[in-house]
T-cell receptor
Framework: NAGVTQTPKFRVLKTGQSMTLLCAQD?????MYWYRQDPGMGLRLIHY???????AKGEVPDGYNVSRLKKQNFLLGLESAAPSQTSVYFC?????????????FGEGSRLTVL | RKEVEQDPGPFNVPEGATVAFNCTYS??????FFWYRQDCRKEPKLLMS???SGNEDGRFTAQLNRASQYISLLIRDSKLSDSATYLC????????????FGAGTRLAVHP
């Protein structure tokens, strides 16, 4: 029962470096999301995708890019990491846009930017 | 004003206590409501949906008050294993059925 898998789980970057977080889901879900979680802020949506080949901006997209070349994968890229991007990143997937709000989350990726 | 607001807590309660959390939302067009649970350093997981008529799942009861724009979660007979952060989630109609998360309420149940 893999569900949603994120890699890597932990990463330390220096300011200006780039990196990619990979999210993979094996539930054939249409919708995929990238959130970041910071203390006292709750989860904030970075980017999302409603299907293969489509992406859109969420609440806090600046400094991030995404791609969804395959239905099961959703990649989050940091072009030039900044200390403000130190956070816990969660990927989530959802079957579709119906009334159910059940998101299935990955275990999170803890990123520190020095 | 945040779209979804919760008391951050922490709520420190003894085992067996009854505890209630409230969550207020600002968008009157909100459609669906949920409570998620998040354990320390873990991912959020769906606890229960919140229906207009209210719903119960064992020791957990969720209520929705559309007129006052708040939802509540009641936990009876608290267990140590209930210690976690409880996230209020609201969906708003839109291109992708936008989900908005509250910052969470932390519960600590002690012996």
């Amino acid at each position: 029962n893999a569900g949603v898998t994120q890699t890597p789980k932990f990463r330390v970057l220096k300011t200006g470096q780039s990196m990619t977080l990979l999210c993979a889901q094996d539930m054939n879900h249409e919708y995929m999301y990238w959130y970041r979680q910071d203390p006292g802020m709750g989860l904030r949506l970075i980017h999302y995708s409603v299907g293969e080949g489509t992406t859109a901006k969420g609440e806090v997209p600046d400094g991030y890019n995404v791609s969804r070349l395959k239905k099961q994968n959703f990649l989050l890229g940091l072009e030039s990491a900044a200390p403000s991007q130190t956070s816990v990143y969660f990927c989530a997937s959802r079957k579709g846009a119906g009334e159910t709000g059940e998101l299935f989350f990955g275990e999170g990726s803890r990123l520190t930017v020095l | 004003r945040k779209e979804v607001e919760q008391d951050p807590g922490p709520f420190n309660v003894p085992e067996g206590a009854t505890v209630a959390f409230n969550c207020t939302y600002s968008n009157s067009a909100s459609q669906s409501f949920f409570w998620y649970r998040q354990d320390c350093r873990k991912e959020p997981k769906l606890l229960m949906s919140v229906y207009s008529s209210g719903n119960e799942d064992g020791r957990f009861t969720a209520q929705l008050n559309r007129a006052s724009q708040y939802i509540s979660l009641l936990i009876r007979d608290s267990k140590l294993s209930d210690s976690a952060t409880y996230l209020c989630v609201v969906t708003v109609s839109g291109g992708y059925n936008k989900l908005i998360f509250g910052a969470g309420t932390r519960l600590a149940v002690h012996p």
